[in-house]
């Protein structure tokens, strides 16, 4: 812990500056809060630190206030900024304030802007075994964070916690429901269709050999408690093999009801084309929800899926993409909240939403190898298929398998209240077809087939006109330091050209690198300079408003938007898009579900 304020080098304070202005630019949002001190230091700090743990972090900047987007100095003094961090080291490391200090101290750092001090609390999110973050050692101060703020959560959201901190030693789907009997409650049709096709797939594995209950016990599906002298039939085992009306039963799964709905229709206040849910028409275990849904989602796939005896053959990396991401929705579920699990297709997307929340942090998932399951028994029940992988790659082949086709990069979020986590695999290329001749016809035919982070810059530089450090790092999930060195590669290989210096770096395409382009290439690299022209710096509101509207001439995602305007999408989701459609400017494509994660927006046509 340091109680003194460290003297800034002019290096340093430049970096801090920098820091300081990167935030602002984003404005308030899920991830970032300004909060005054003029009046000493804020109570509700405590609360927006618990929050932050409890979910995916966040930056608290202290000494500055925000207000529709104006912001106001508070005028701190140095003096005042090292009694505040005082104050803050010596609160959070007291177990009677808050529960857990999850900050070191290269989180917590201080500087002058603008001849104010301020201070900037950097939360990570909680490690797992620390969650929940609570305070005034009473865990019924626990907070989370949603796009409203911080709230309290309820005493069903803090069980869960304090259950997900101890998922390694005690799976959720370990437990044993003594009520429930192999002969009552499993369905022997599903348990027998289990048995071949493990046989299919691995016809000398020893447990084929064993009877119902003891290949159940191997699965964990069926276990005996000798310290409490309870045994029975796990969650698990209910779950994978058992029947409908039981798996619903008040002491097992109240909530459960695996949804499966397509959407093809053009029309989008249209109902789903076709549905897969529990309606009495079959058993509605998650074996057979798996395999009636799956062949569906497969079909779509740019290469025939084949299916022999129910098992797959010759899969493609985004068939096992695609294949991960739907069980990961089923393992990493916590059946315990009170939602469901939906898979939808769309003409343009996947969307696997289960509910829970993650047990890692978000960058954590994009980097891959770090899988925690909330489901242990459920994995190993797939893994034994040859559905599913244990050793955190699962993450791994979805990313990768998206990138092999080309696809947007897989977005993950997740929400709360209930808690939930959505899964979107975008089916729309980031290489259109116009741009990816012009790429040919200036680098040549080999250029497609180059590092695919680079052929994403590309192309994202092509579409947008130029590309910034900051904007790859929301495409392409990657660490400042490591966007530096492939766009220096870029640029070392002639593909682009840097103007401006430090923070104010750009990068556009370089058009010389082949004089003999073709007259499409030149038609392109036109459309290219236009936009690139297009300087899009903090607009009036009118101004903004108006060029939203001009980017939404049909249905538009907030990705979209924000890449068109050159704004951040956390600030136009909190602050911009919402006032227009109140005001009648845009209009939800899902205009009952304004939290769905394939939300677009259209500009109102007015008569």
Known sequence: MQDNVKELTLFDNYDFIEKIETLMNGYESAEVEFKSARGGFPGSLWETYSAFANTQGGVIVLGVKERDGKFTLDGLTLEQVRKYKKEFWDNVNNKSHC??????????????????????????????SRIPVYLHNNPDNTYKRNHEGDYRCDASEVRRMFADADIEDNPRDYKILPEFTIERDIDKVTLEQYRRMVATKRPDHPWLLLDDKNLLIKLKGYREDRRENIEGLTLAGLLMFGKAESITD???????????????????????????????????????????????????????????????????????????????????????????????????????????????????????????????????????????????????????GWKTANYRNPRIEETTQPDKVVLVLPLVSLLSEEFTIYLKSLFGEDITSIDHDKLMTLATCCSEGEITNYRLQLILNKHSADITKLLKELCDGKYLISFGIGRGTRYKINVEYSKGASKVASKVASKVASKTDTKISRLSKNALYKEIISVCADYTSLEDIAIAIDKTMSYLKNKIIPRMVEQGLLERKYPDNPKHPNQQYRAMHKD
């Open 250 to 400: 008040a002491y097992a799964c109240p909530q459960y009801f695996p949804d499966y709905r397509e959407y093809f229709s053009s029309d989008p206040n249209d109902r789903w084309t076709d549905r897969i849910c529990p309606d009495g028409t079959w058993e509605a275990n998650l074996f057979q929800f798996y395999y009636r849904v799956y062949p569906k989602l497969a079909a779509i796939l740019p290469k025939p899926f084949a299916l022999k005896d129910g098992v797959r053959e010759d899969e493609t990396p985004i068939h096992i993409a695609l294949r991960e991401a739907f069980i990961n929705a089923l393992v990493h579920c916590d059946y315990s909240v009170d939602s469901n699990i939906t898979i939808e297709l769309h003409k343009d997307c996947y969307i696997f939403s289960n509910p829970g929340s993650l047990l890692l942090p978000i960058s954590k998932y994009y980097q891959g190898g770090n899988s925690v399951c909330r489901n242990k028994a459920l994995q190993t029940m797939f893994m034994l298929l040859g559905s599913a992988e244990k050793a955190g790659s699962g993450a791994d082949k979805i990313i990768q």
């Open 99 to 128: 529960s857990a200090n999850i900050l070191s101290d290269e989180d917590v750092q201080d500087g002058e802007y603008n001849g104010s001090y301020v201070l900037v609390f950097n939360v990570p999110r909680a490690p797992r």
